[in-house]
């Protein structure tokens, strides 16, 4: 999840500078506005994504005025797509300019839904987990027209219905609550109540009664002439985001927290007779999905007086005898280990919504095997390893990065750096798998290898296990 900037220390724009603003990114800039339109989208999409998982809300309902608001709109549906959303469209009013022909064409082309106002159900929340409202933007004047006005109603009427029933159904504004002025907000007090505000360029003043638990920021395209300009306090995005989060962050009941997880069934019959070949197999899906660190694993030891520890390690290699991993030797885990030389493993998946759990006795690896991998590390690694008496007291940061400055100089001319004696290889020997596919109610695959001997042969049996 995002980190979060303050609300207070944000520029806020008129709805003069908003316009002026994008006249400059139109004009001696450079920019088109279906470059605007795609990035706008994007961030919108992206924003959705990091609140409102797909496996729990999954069918969106996008509302697109006729305007550029309502092209962010159509862009952000056709990204939920492919984010894995089942997006879902309503554009009453559409525009006849190529730009906004071509976002539909591309829709269609999804076989993404579109839907009149004549479709929609009496009650919203019904049909729809999450509702875009891409009405209007900054630049709109005046009252709504039909049949935008009756579509702000059911939003403004679903807030009321969710109070009363408690449905999931959320509403997403971007950039402004369509029916707020765009400088003093919700005036009446009876208009749209999102529970997220994308933001685009920079937020607009009428953000600042903005109530809703999730403010995002969107449009990474400012160029730094407009924030000189125009005295801009603009939040830095985090790593390549299309989206930033401003705000205190929401009270969560942590009871409530929970995954209704989606996933094709994990059968007997379907799996792998050794548990190594089948860690494998869910282990090269786990790096084809693009997850982060998939070699990650939680490694718990227990010494002699029964006071387990956990930690996160890297697994470093995989065979038939077992799995490795690298460490300190003078370190807690390792005391553990010559305690008590058993260890439990756990790898988790969340984007797969899968783990796997091995336990198994443990022995260093051969010196030779140390010594191979450890040169094969980076050199700044090899040093930090050096420095590092893992697990004892230090008097400050300081002098761990003092003492890798002056072992840098000392190995600068050094093609081979020596590997330190208290640094090696562990390898665990598996007596126990166990691989957990998340499933809807709680209803999860577990399927347990242990092994057992048959007419003189050591094979790996396999149990289902209750959930």
């Known amino acids: 999840m995002q980190s979060m900037t303050s609300p207070e220390s944000i520029s806020y724009l008129t709805q003069r500078d908003a316009a002026e603003i994008d006249e400059i990114l139109m004009g001696p800039l450079g920019f088109s506005v279906d470059q605007l339109m795609e990035l706008a989208g994007l961030s919108v999409a992206t924003s959705i994504a990091e609140v409102y998982k797909p496996s729990e809300y999954n069918r969106v309902l996008a509302i ?30 559409r525009t006849a300019k190529p730009l906004f022909t071509g ?16 479709d929609l159900p009496s009650e919203l929340s019904k049909d729809f987990d999450v509702l875009v409202d891409a009405m209007f933007g900054f630049s709109f004047h005046g009252s709504p027209r039909p049949p935008f006005d009756d579509l702000i109603q ?23 609550p369509s029916g707020w002025h765009v400088e003093e907000g919700d005036v009446a007090g009876e208009g749209i109540k999102p529970h997220m505000l994308v933001s685009l360029t920079a937020p607009k003043l009428c953000a600042k009664k903005f109530s809703g638990p999730h403010h995002f920021l969107g449009g990474r395209f400012v160029p730094p002439s407009i924030v000189e300009k125009y005295k801009l306090h603009l939040p830095q995005y985090p790593g390549a985001s299309m989206c930033v989060q401003i705000g205190k962050p929401p009270q969560i009941d942590i009871s409530a927290l929970r995954e209704n997880y989606i ?24 790096v084809a999905a693009g997850l982060k660190e998939p070699n990650a694993m939680c490694l718990s ?16 290699g995989v065979d038939k005898d077992g799995f490795v991993w690298y460490t300190n030797y003078e370190s807690r885990k390792a005391q553990q280990l010559l305690e008590n030389p058993r260890a ?29 991998y450890f040169h094969s590390r980076p050199r700044g690694s090899q040093i930090g390893a050096i420095v590092s008496k893992q697990s004892t007291i230090v008097p400050g940061r300081h002098v761990i ?6 072992l840098e100089e000392k190995f600068s001319d050094v093609d081979l750096i020596p590997k330190p004696k208290a640094w090696g290889g562990y390898k665990l020997k598996p007596d126990l798998f166990e691989f957990w596919q ?11 290898y242990t092994p057992q001997e048959i007419n003189g042969k050591q094979v790996w049996g396999i149990v289902r296990l209750a959930p």
């Open 64 to 93: 697109c005025g006729p305007g550029n608001n309502g092209g962010d709109g159509l862009v952000a549906a056709r990204h939920l797509h492919h984010f894995g959303y089942k997006p879902f469209v309503c554009y009453p009013k």
């Open 103 to 118: 976002l539909v064409t591309q829709l269609e082309s999804l076989a993404v839904p579109f839907l009149t106002v004549g």
């Open 154 to 176: 059911k939003l403004v009427n679903l807030h009321k219905y969710n109070q009363t029933r408690q449905k999931s159904s959320v509403i997403v504004s971007v950039d402004i």
């Open 263 to 286: 996933s094709p069934e994990f059968l007997e019959d379907q799996v792998e007779a050794n548990p190594i070949d089948q860690f494998l197999k869910w282990f090269d899906d786990a």
């Open 301 to 316: 030891t227990v010494g002699k007086d029964g006071k387990p520890s956990s930690r996160m390690v890297l697994l470093k």
């Open 344 to 372: 439990s493993l756990l790898f988790y998946w969340d984007g797969l919504h899968r783990q796997v759990r091995v336990e198994g006795s443990v022995q260093k690896v051969s010196d030779e095997e140390s010594e191979q």
């Open 401 to 406: 990065h003092q003492q890798f400055k002056e």
């Open 438 to 448: 998340g499933q809807k109610s709680r209803l999860h695959d577990r399927l347990q």
